[in-house]
């Protein structure tokens, strides 16, 4: 039999007359804040059925699942995903009360839970389902799992600098922004725009002015487009703005908008006043190109030439 003992050390002995160490203490809950309450409340929040695309264009995207719902190419879906291997109605995941199941709409390549090709399927949290090449998960979540799957969301799709959209999540928008406008007959605008004197900032002023300057112009134009555009900020101080609706009249003069604003607003840092200039390019589906990349090379180019014509101008 093994005999258990207890270890001893001069050192861990308090000399006689020794008050006793005091115990580290826990901080408690301030019963003067709803900090409790809060906490609680979560704990006890109803769970909800989601879908969160894992693999894909739309990557990060979750869609809370409230009634049943269809999933495609179509951009009138519930779930819309550019994967050019989905059907334009490829599946719908349909509420049977008790549970969720899949139901493959004879899609050109059919519906896969886990790995196996289901024509229906009933779900169970943690199913990777795979519509193409674009996999989503289905799952139960509190409000703790709900929290964090928006904060991943968030940091896949927006630029932490400018609050921005960031550039893969941009084109996968466009791409179903054009998709609509290709079925419903309608415009839409792109402006690519360039921040001018950038560089003279960063080599005055060092490259933490050079970062403010780029940040506060993307979240100016954030607010220019809110409620009728997405925008995004790529290749440093470069951005792109996209207008559903809009031709190629109308997407100028938004152009012209971001272009005063840029001009009105007082840039600021540490006490020291910055003068970026911004030239932009615009361009508009249908009328000068027939799918994202042309639109973009269009409104590249336009930018170009307000870049060699004087700057600080809006070009076509």
């Not at 704990?43 to 699942?65: M, Q, S, W």
Request: proline letters at 4%; glycine letters at 10%.
């Amino acid at each position: 039999m093994v005999k258990l003992t207890t270890s001893w050390h001069p050192l861990l002995v308090p000399k006689p007359g020794t008050p006793a160490p005091q115990a580290l203490k826990t901080l408690p809950f301030d019963t003067d804040t709803s900090l409790r309450d809060k906490v609680m409340r979560s704990i006890k929040a109803p769970h909800r059925p989601v879908l969160v695309v894992l693999v894909g264009n739309e990557a990060g995207t979750r869609v809370v699942l409230e009634g049943t719902v269809v999933v495609g190419r179509n951009p009138a879906n519930h779930l819309t995903l550019t994967d050019v291997g989905v059907s334009w109605h490829h599946a719908r995941v349909e509420d049977r009360g008790d549970a969720w199941a899949v139901v493959d709409l004879n899609s050109t390549n059919g519906t896969l839970v886990n790995d196996r090709r289901v024509s229906e399927y009933v779900l169970h949290p943690g199913d990777k389902i795979t519509f193409g090449r674009t996999v989503v998960r289905f799952d139960v979540q509190d409000a703790y799992d709900q929290a964090y799957d928006v904060i991943v969301e968030r940091m896949m799709n927006i630029d932490d600098l400018s609050g921005l959209l960031v550039r893969r999540k941009f084109d996968a928008d466009l791409q179903a922004m054009l998709s609509t406008a290709r079925v419903r007959g309608e415009p839409v605008g792109l402006l690519v725009m360039d921040l001018d004197g950038i560089k003279s900032i960063n080599d005055t002023h060092g490259h933490l002015f050079g970062a403010y300057t780029i940040g506060e112009a993307g979240n100016l134009i954030g607010r220019m487009i809110a409620g009728s555009g997405i925008g995004s900020r790529f290749g440093g101080d470069e951005f792109l703005v996209a207008l559903p609706g809009a031709d190629l009249a109308a997407t100028i003069a938004m152009g012209e908008r971001i272009l005063r604003a840029i001009a009105d607003h007082r840039f600021e840092r540490d006490g020291i006043v910055l003068h970026p200039g911004i030239s932009i390019g615009a361009a508009s589906f249908p009328a000068q190109a027939q799918d994202a990349l042309g639109l973009f090379q269009a409104a590249d180019e336009a930018m170009y030439r307000a870049k060699h014509t004087g700057k600080n101008r809006v070009c076509t």
